[in-house]
């Protein structure tokens, strides 16, 4: 299963890891990859929940504006 999120609030390499570290511990998530140009977040994994994957990113101080 994989979700598109984008996410507002990214800017640097500390944004990315901050945003890949909080949905690395989301249950389910198996690969994170995030484009800061484009401020897509590609989630790979079984099971994948849109709002705890949103809560993580919202938790790690970042604003979703979309998941797919």
Known sequence: MKKIMLVEG???GHCSMAVTNALKEVEGVT???V???SKKVE????NLVDEK???AVEEAGYD???IK
């Open 43 to 46: 989630v790979e994994g079984e």
């Open 35 to 37: 484009d800061l140009d």
């Open 31 to 33: 690969s994170v990859s």
């Open 10 to 12: 990214m800017s640097c």
């Open 64 to 66: 979703v504006v979309e």
């Open 53 to 55: 994957l949103k809560e």
